[in-house]
T-cell receptor, first 112, second 115 residues
Framework: QKEVEQDPGPLSVPEGAIVSLNCTYSNSAFQYFMWYRQYSRKGPELLMY????GNKEDGRFTAQVDKSSKYISLFIRDSQPSDSATYLCAMTSGGSNYKLTFGKGTLLTVNP | GAGVSQSPRYKVTKRGQDVALRCDPISGHVSLYWYRQALGQGPEFLTY????????KSGLPNDRFSAERPEGSISTLTIQRTEQRDSAMYRCASSLAGLAGETQYFGPGTRLLVL
């Protein structure tokens, strides 16, 4: 079993839909949780970052972390065609361990 | 300002050849990371530097892989005696101060194809 599991999709939604992406993980030491967005033929770029459990909102994006369930989510409201990309969850335990452990990524297409 | 740059962007080599992949991090960034990303997968950690010191090389798959960052800036990932299974996208990332949970900025990657 991989440390981080993420449904690769693909996920196709109409413009304006609410999108829910999620990851589960097995390593209880993970403390920092990120969502990266990766456009085709580009490197990943950080979208959202959360420390420990809780919610974080940034515009149309909301990240949720439930450490008790080892489950993280990213919600996209009013999705736009420009949101079409691969979304990767990533996490790290912090401390002296800075390497990120990524999920497989979910390919999202928002259709106009 | 300029982001992380990597060269070459594409590299095709024959099995058994050595290759060197270069990463130029964001200016002033202390930490530099190498990841490998297979098609349809997320990046997998290879190694990590703070300044010129290699702090963690636990992700390097075998002793054919090595990395250096001699002056604490540009880094080179070297793969000796390449094999077809080494074909992947190799990504470099850098972060400002090497702090836990800090944003890692990724480069465009080097696509390596071993024939």
């Amino acid at each position: 079993q991989k440390e981080v599991e993420q449904d690769p999709g693909p996920l196709s939604v109409p413009e304006g839909a609410i999108v829910s992406l999620n990851c589960t993980y097995s390593n209880s030491a993970f403390q920092y949780f990120m969502w990266y967005r990766q456009y085709s033929r580009k490197g990943p770029e950080l979208l959202m970052y959360t420390y420990s459990s809780g919610n974080k909102e940034d515009g149309r994006f909301t990240a949720q972390v439930d450490k008790s369930s080892k489950y993280i989510s990213l919600f996209i409201r009013d999705s736009q065609p420009s949101d079409s990309a691969t979304y990767l969850c990533a996490m790290t335990s912090g401390g002296s361990n800075y390497k990120l452990t990524f999920g497989k990524g979910t390919l999202l297409t928002v259709n106009p | 300002g300029a982001g992380v740059s990597q060269s070459p962007r594409y590299k095709v080599t024959k099995r058994g050849q050595d290759v060197a992949l270069r990463c130029d991090p964001i200016s002033g960034h202390v930490s530099l990371y190498w990841y490998r990303q297979a098609l349809g997968q997320g990046p997998e950690f290879l190694t990590y530097f703070n300044y010129e010191a290699q702090q963690d090389k636990s992700g390097l798959p075998n002793d054919r892989f090595s990395a250096e960052r001699p002056e604490g800036s540009i880094s080179t990932l070297t793969i000796q005696r390449t094999e077809q299974r080494d074909s992947a996208m190799y990504r470099c990332a850098s972060s400002l101060a090497g702090l836990a949970g800090e944003t890692q900025y990724f480069g465009p990657g080097t696509r390596l194809l071993v024939l």
